[in-house]
C-alpha cells in the first residue's frame, strides 16, 4: 500500500508540475490531436486527416480550417471539415495530372480573437490498393545477362506507376554494394546500367556479379529488384572431355563423349572425316550434354570423328577419335554400359527438358528398359523399350518429375540365363520460389506489434532475406525473423518504410513488398484504461499476469513491471493477448504492474498499479517425474519417484498430477493418493504436446512452481492416423544390436511444407521412444539404446506451421531372427568388370549381412542389407572374388555362413603396354618388342602394332599400318630408309585399351654388318658422325689423286703443246711461245637436248679435231679417245617426271625423293658429290 501511494504521490507531482509548465506558456491555442506525419490513402476509398483543439474553450470560440501545399483546403461534397475538426475525404482522387489529393495538409487553429495556430505537416501519399507501397518496377533486369569482354552492355530497368519528374531516383548495386559509376559505367536517365565496354581480368578487376537495381522515393522510400548475375562470355582453350578412339562391332552401340567449359553454353555438333554427319540418317544422335550415340553400327560409320563447339564468337573443334567398325564376333557378351558412373545426379530448372542417356554394348544387343522408384510412369516406360541406346526425355519437367529413375540393360546368354547391367539417376527438379502467402501494407500505432508474413515454396527451399527500405534488416531481439515471417515487437517511428522480402534458390528468386506507416500516440484523448488486473498461477520466477479491456478496439497493450521497492527500474513488454506470463523474476520478491491500452484513436490512460509476489525456493519433497507414456491418442500414464526419507513422507498429506497444453498457462488437477507412484489421465486432445508435473501437499500447503521448477516431462499424445491422410514412406537403413536407422520421403501429392518432423516408437500400444522433433529438412533418423527383439512400430509425423499432422506414416518392424539362420541359394553374377549381382533366400523381413573379398587378401568388406539382392560395385577387372551372406539379429547374433561362392568379374580393356623398341635386320625390315600391360584386365588376345614415316604421323592412327600378333614382337619388312613413328596396343574381350606412347626410330640403308644393332636416336647420330668422318677421309684422298693425275697431265701438254687443249670451261689454251687463254668460240655451246649433260655441262666440239671435253656423254659411248673418262653423274639432275622416282629404271611407290633401293643410290652419301677424273691415255 505504502508503494502505491508512493507511485501516485510521484505521478501527481509530475502531473501538478506539468500543469504549472503549461500555464506558464499558454498561447490560448494548443492542439490535443494533430494529423500524423505519413498517411496513406487508397484511390476511391474514404480518408480521414484527425485534427482537434485542445483546452478549454467556449463553443464556436475556436475554428479549424485546413491547408495544403500552404494553400486552403477547396472544400465540398466530396471533401468537408467535420465538427471535431478532422478533414473527412469522402473519397481519394488521384488523376495525375488533372488532379491528386496528395499533398502536404496542415490543420489550422483560429480563435475568436484572431489569433491562429498550424499543426505539423501531415504528408498524404495515394496507392492504388492495399498492395500498392508507392514503388514499383515497370522493368526488372533479366536474371542473366552474358556480357562480351570490350563490347558494350546495358542492364535494364525502369519504376513504374505515375511519379512527377525527379520523385523517384535509380541506383545500381553490385554484390550489395553501389556500383562505382564512371565514364565507362554510367546511369541512362530512364534507368539503364550502361557499360561502355565490359572488362573482365581477374582477380584485378571484372564487372562481372550480381545486379540488383534500387529506386528511391523522395520521401527516402526504396525498393531493390531482383538480382540480375552479369557473366562475362569464356570459352576454355580446350576440351575437358574429348572423343576417344573407339572399336564396336557391327551392330553394337557406340558413344562418343565430348564437353567444353564455356559461357554461354555453347552448340555442340559432330563431323565425321571432316565432313557433316548426314541428317537422313536417324542412327545418330547428339544429347543435350554433347555426347555422340550412334546406334546399329555399320561399317560406314568408321572414320575419324571431331567434336565441333560453337558461339555468336567462338568455334573449336576437338582432337580426332577414330571410330573402329569391326565384324560381329558371334560370341557373347554380356549387357555393359557404355556411361559412368553407375549412379548420377542430375538437377534440372523446372519447365526445362530432363534428358537422361543410357546405352549400353553387348552381344546380342541388349534391351534397355526405364523405370523409377514411384512408378509413377511405368505405363509409358513400357513402351518405351529399345536396343542399343534408351535417352529418356521428359519435356517441360515439373516438380513431379523428381524421381529416382534406373535404366536396365539386359541380354540373354545361350544358356538362356539373363545378364543385367544398370545405371541410376536421381533426379532433382528444382522449383523457383513462389510466394504463397503475404501480409499486406499496414497502418499501425506505434508501440504495436507487428508481423509480416511472406510464405514461399520451392525446390529447394529457398532461402529468404528481409530489407527494409533497400538495406537488409538488422534482428535484435525487438525485431527478430522467424522462419518466413518478420516479427517487431514493439515498433517504434522510425520503423516505418517499406518491407521486402526477398526468396532465392538455385532455380530463382522472387520477392514480395510491404509498406508500414506508424502513428504515433494521441493526447488527452479519454480512453479508459484496463481494469481487472489480477496475477494468476505464481513460481518462484514468474506471475502469470490477467486483465481485462474496458475500451473496445484495443489494438495492443504495454505491459509494464517493476520490482516494487526499486520504482525507477521499469520493464515493459508489448503484448496483444489480455495475459502474460512474466517470466525471469526474483523469487520471494513483490513486483508492481500496470498497463496502458492502444486503439487506432491513440493510448489509454494508466491502468490501476497491482503488486504481487513470487513464491519461495524449490520445495524438497516435490515427487520426481520419471515417466509419462502415451497409451492412446487421449490417454497418458505419468510415473515419478517418492522422497526417499522416511521423515519427509510422514509431511505429504496429498499428491496431485497437473498437465496443461504446451503454450497454455492453466493448469489441470488430477488428485491422487500419497501411497500410489502413477496415475492415468484421460480425456486428451490427440496430437497434441502436454506438459505433465506431479506436486506434494503438506499442512502448509501445495508447493508453487512451473514446468521450470517441477520435474515435468512433454508429451506428444499420438494423433488418430487417418487412412485418407496423404502418407510418409518410412524405409529402414540399418539395423544393429540396440540401434535402428530409417529414412522418410514425403508423398508427392501433398503439397504442404512441414515444419518439424515428430518421430516415435511404439511396442504393444506402448510409446518406448519419442515423441521427438526433427527439423523440416531432416530425412532420416536413428533411434538407439533400444530393445530390437520385439517387433515395434516406428511412426514418423509432419507437422505443419500450427503444429497440426499434414503427414503420417508408420512402419512395422518385425526382427527376422530372434535366432540367427542361415541363407540358402546363393547365387553371385558377374554383371560388368567391376561389379557383381548377389541373390539369397532367406527370411521374409530378414536383416543380412554380405561380406566379400579378393581371392588371395586378408581384408573382408562388409555390406548390410535388408533385401535378398544386392549390387556390389568398385571392383578389380577380371579378379576372383569371394562373397558370403549370412543372416543376423544383432552383432552377437548372427546366423551360419554355410555356403561360400567364388566369382570372376567380366574382363576390362587392358592398360597400354610399356618399353616398346625397334631393332632393325636389314635395310628394309626390322623388329619390334615390347612388354606385356601392367594391368591386363584379363586374357590378352591380340596385340596391335601400329607404325607410318614419321611425314604421316598426323594422320589418324587408323591411316597408319598395322600389323596384329598375340606375341610381344611382330617382325616387319618393306620398310623404307626414313623416320617411322609407332605405337601398340592390346585387347582383350572387352576391346581394345590404350596405345602406347609414340615410339620414333630411323631406318638405315647399311650393310648386313649393322643388321643386329638397333637403330635409336642416339646410335644413329653416332653413325652419321662416323660415316661423316669416313666421308671426309675418301674426299681428301680424292684430292691427291686429282692433284697428282693433274701435274702428270700438264707435263704431257708441255710435251706435246702443238695440241690445243680445252678445260671444262670452254677456254682454249694455245702453246706458241706464250700460253694465252681465248673464249671459245660460239660453236661450242651445246644444242639443245632432251639427253643430261655431264656434271660442267658442256660438250664435245666436232671443230676441234682431237679436243677432249666435258659434253655430252652418251650412256654406253666406247671410244679410243675416252676410254678412260671417267664420270660421276649427279643423282639430283635425273628428271623426275612423276616427283618420286629418283632414277628411270625405278618407276612406282619403291622410290621416293630421298632415293631409290633397286637403282643402289644411297642420296645420303652421293648426292651432293660431283668428281670428274681424266686419265692420259700411255
Known sequence: MASRTLLHCLLCTIATLGFARANENDIGLSFAREPPKFVIGYKGKPLVLACAPGGSHSEGSVSVSWLVNGEPVVLSDRVSVQPTGSLSFKEIKHDLPQHSDEGNYQCKLTSSDGLSLLSKASSVRVAADENDIGLSFAREPPKLVIGYKGKPLALACAPGGSHSEGSVSVSWLVNGEPVVLSDRVSIHPTGYLSFREIEHDPPRHSDEGNYQCKLTSSDGLSLLSKASSVRVAVFAASFTQSPKNLSVEIGDTARLSCHIEAVPTPNIFWRRDNKTLPNHERRYSVLRSGVLLIDEVQESDAGVYHCIASNKKVRIASEGAYLEVVPASQRFRPARMLSEPETVDIKVQANETLSLECEASGYPVPLLRWSSLSGSKKKSFERQSRLGSNVLAIPNSMERDSDVYTCEATNVDSENKEHHALIRYNVSVQVPPIIKRTSKSVNRIVGTPIIFKCDMAGVPTPKISWYKNGTLVDTNERVVQDGWHLIIRNSLIGDAGIYQCRGWNDAGEAWAAFRLVEEPGVKDVAIDPPTDLKCG??????????????????????????????????????????????????????????????????????????????????????????????????????????????????????????????????????????????????????????????????????????????????????????????????????????????????????????????????????????????????????????????????????????????????????????????????????????????????????????????????????????????????????????????????????????????????????????????????????????????????????????????????????????????????????????????????????????????????????????????????????????????????????????????????????????????????????????????????????????????????????????????????????????????????????????????????PGPGCNSRGCPSCQVEPLLAADVTQVTVLAED
Open 537 to 1146: 498461477y505464481v513460481t518462484t520466477s514468474s506471475i502469470d499476469f490477467s486483465w481485462n479491456a474496458s475500451a473496445i478496439n484495443i489494438l495492443a497493450y504495454s505491459l509494464y513491471y517493476y520490482e516494487t521497492a526499486r520504482l525507477f527500474s521499469i520493464n515493459e513488454v508489448t503484448v496483444t493477448a489480455k495475459s502474460h506470463i512474466v517470466e525471469e523474476l526474483k523469487p520471494l520478491t513483490n513486483y508492481s504492474f500496470f498497463l496502458i491500452g492502444f486503439t487506432i484513436g491513440g493510448a489509454s490512460n494508466i491502468s490501476e498499479i497491482v503488486t504481487c509476489r513470487t513464491a519461495g525456493g524449490r520445495s524438497s519433497i516435490l515427487p520426481q517425474v520419471t515417466l509419462v507414456q502415451a497409451n492412446s491418442p487421449t490417454s497418458v500414464t505419468v510415473f515419478w519417484k517418492k522422497p526417499k526419507s522416511q521423515e519427509t513422507l510422514n509431511k505429504v498429506i496429498g499428491q496431485k498430477v497437473l498437465y496443461r497444453v504446451a503454450g497454455s498457462h492453466e493448469f489441470k488437477e488430477k488428485d491422487t493418493p500419497t501411497d500410489v507412484n502413477n496415475a492415468t489421465i484421460t480425456g486428451l486432445t490427440s496430437g497434441v504436446l502436454y506438459k505433465v508435473c506431479v506436486i506434494s501437499g503438506t499442512k502448509h500447503g501445495w508447493p508453487l512452481g512451473d514446468g521450470g521448477t517441477f520435474n515435468c516431462q512433454s508429451v506428444m499424445m499420438p494423433e488418430v492416423i487417418n487412412t485418407t491422410q496423404a502418407t510418409l514412406e518410412i524405409k529402414i537403413v540399418q539395423v544393429l544390436k540396440s540401434a535402428i536407422k530409417f529414412r522418410w520421403a514425403r508423398s508427392k501429392k501433398n503439397r504442404i511444407e512441414p515444419r518439424s518432423y515428430n518421430i516415435s516408437a511404439w511396442r504393444n500400444g506402448t510409446v518406448i521412444f519419442g515423441p521427438h522433433n526433427v527439423g523440416p529438412l531432416v530425412t532420416n533418423y536413428s533411434i538407439k539404446d533400444i530393445d530390437l527383439r520385439e517387433p515395434l512400430t516406428i511412426q514418423v509425423r509432419a507437422l505443419n506451421v500450427d503444429g497440426d499432422s499434414v503427414e503420417v506414416g508408420s512402419f512395422e518392424f518385425k526382427p527376422s531372427l530372434v535366432h540367427a539362420e542361415s541363407v540358402s541359394a546363393l547365387e553371385v553374377v558377374a554383371m560388368s568388370s567391376n561389379s557383381v549381382k548377389l541373390t539369397w533366400e532367406g527370411r521374409y523381413g530378414g536383416l543380412f549381412r554380405v561380406s566379400y573379398k579378393l581371392l588371395g587378401s586378408d581384408d573382408f568388406i562388409q555390406i548390410n542389407s535388408s533385401e535378398h539382392s544386392i549390387f556390389i560395385t568398385d571392383l578389380k577387372p577380371y579378379s576372383t572374388y569371394k562373397f558370403s551372406v549370412q543372416s543376423y539379429y544383432s552383432n552377437l547374433n548372427i546366423g551360419a555362413s554355410n555356403q561360400t561362392v567364388q566369382c570372376q568379374t567380366l574382363e576390362a580393356v587392358p592398360e597400354p603396354p610399356s618399353e616398346l623398341n625397334f631393332t632393325q635386320s636389314d635395310s628394309s625390315s626390322g623388329k619390334f618388342t615390347w612388354s606385356a600391360p601392367s594391368e591386363s584386365n584379363g586374357q590378352i588376345r591380340t596385340y596391335l602394332v601400329y607404325y607410318t614415316p614419321a611425314e604421316s604421323a598426323d594422320q589418324p592412327l587408323e591411316q597408319w599400318l598395322q600389323a596384329p600378333t598375340n606375341q610381344t614382337w611382330l617382325q616387319v619388312s618393306g620398310l623404307l630408309p626414313t623416320s617411322y613413328v609407332a605405337t601398340v596396343n592390346a585387347s582383350t574381350s572387352a576391346g581394345y585399351g590404350r596405345a602406347a606412347d609414340f615410339f620414333k626410330f630411323q631406318m638405315l640403308s647399311v650393310d648386313s654388318s649393322l643388321a643386329d644393332e638397333p637403330t635409336s636416336l642416339n646410335s644413329l647420330r653416332h653413325d652419321r658422325l662416323l660415316l661423316a668422318v669416313s666421308i671426309s677421309a675418301v674426299f681428301i684422298f680424292f684430292i691427291l689423286v686429282v692433284g697428282i693425275t693433274y701435274r702428270l697431265a700438264k707435263a704431257l701438254r708441255l710435251r706435246n703443246h702443238n695440241i690445243p687443249h680445252t678445260n671444262g670451261n670452254g677456254l682454249h689454251h694455245h702453246s706458241e711461245g706464250i700460253d694465252m687463254m681465248v673464249l671459245s668460240s660460239s660453236s661450242n655451246i651445246p644444242p639443245a637436248q632432251t639427253d643430261h649433260l655431264d656434271t660442267k655441262g658442256w660438250h664435245p666440239t666436232p671443230q676441234a679435231t682431237g679436243v677432249h671435253s666435258n659434253g655430252r656423254i652418251p650412256n654406253g659411248t666406247s671410244t679410243p679417245m675416252l676410254k678412260h673418262v671417267h664420270i660421276t653423274e649427279n643423282p639430283r639432275f635425273l628428271p623426275r617426271g612423276d616427283g618420286k622416282s629418283a632414277c628411270p629404271s625405278c
